[in-house]
T-cell receptor, first 115, second 112 residues
Framework: EAGVAQSPRYKIIEKRQSVAFWCNPISGHATLYWYQQILGQGPKLLIQ????????DSQLPKDRFSAERLKGVDSTLKIQPAKLEDSAVYLC?????????????FGPGTRLTVL | AQTVTQSQPEMSVQEAETVTLSCTYDTSESDYYLFWYKQPPSRQMILVIR??????QNATENRFSVNFQKAAKSFSLKISDSQLGDAAMYFC?????????FGTGTRLQVFP
């Protein structure tokens, strides 16, 4: 079974530029999560999708971050414009149903550096 | 709000020895789940072990076991017969019906 795929693995941009990350969850998984992991910290949930609907985006900085999950499969996370403090690893995860009993499976992440 | 605390930023262990990583959490809920995730340099978070709060029996997965003390809100991870491949960041995490909340992690070094 293929795992969660993410691209790119690394991205370096200047502040005020835009960037987009892509995630392909495990086949059949209804729930998709985007996390932000700042150096020295644990991951923090940015947004959770159930199929193609948003379940929780309470910690997403909506003035600059946006995410979509068209057709309930792949997802993209965009930052526009980027700030220095957005430098982090962005992790995508998926789970079968989204219930709290479900295991979340993580992708390898995208390391973003904002200069 | 729920919080997860890992008070050991770094730990080290000799190969084949046993090490225990500490985790405490704060919640007013009675039904929840606790997890230990491993994050190697490849950055991919890998589930090591999980514990349901309603279960009194401590979870075990091969060389990994937990000491779950619900009243003390403590959830430590014991790694027996440590191997070089165990070297990684270890994150403790909590979840009830809401989001998964992670601690700040413990970096484990394994020496031959």
């Amino acid at each position: 079974e293929a795992g969660v795929a993410q691209s790119p693995r690394y991205k370096i941009i200047e502040k005020r530029q835009s960037v987009a990350f892509w995630c392909n969850p495990i086949s059949g998984h209804a729930t998709l999560y985007w996390y932000q992991q700042i150096l020295g910290q644990g991951p923090k949930l940015l947004i959770q999708f159930q199929n193609n609907g948003v379940v929780d985006d309470s910690q997403l900085p909506k003035d600059r971050f946006s995410a979509e999950r068209l057709k309930g499969v792949d997802s993209t996370l965009k930052i526009q414009p980027a700030k220095l403090e957005d430098s982090a690893v962005y992790l995508c995860a998926s789970s079968q149903t989204g219930y709290s009993t479900d295991t979340q499976y993580f992708g390898p992440g995208t390391r973003l550096t904002v200069l | 709000a729920q919080t997860v605390t890992q008070s050991q930023p770094e730990m080290s262990v000799q190969e084949a020895e046993t090490v225990t990583l500490s985790c405490t959490y704060d919640t007013s809920e009675s039904d929840y789940y606790l997890f230990w995730y491993k994050q190697p340099p490849s950055r991919q978070m890998i589930l090591v072990i999980r514990q349901e709060a309603y279960k009194q029996q401590n979870a075990t997965e091969n060389r990994f076991s937990v000491n779950f003390q619900k009243a003390a809100k403590s959830f430590s991870l014991k790694i027996s017969d440590s191997q070089l491949g165990d070297a990684a960041m270890y994150f403790c995490a909590y979840r009830n019906t809401d989001k998964l909340i992670f601690g700040t992690g413990t970096r484990l070094q394994v020496f031959p």
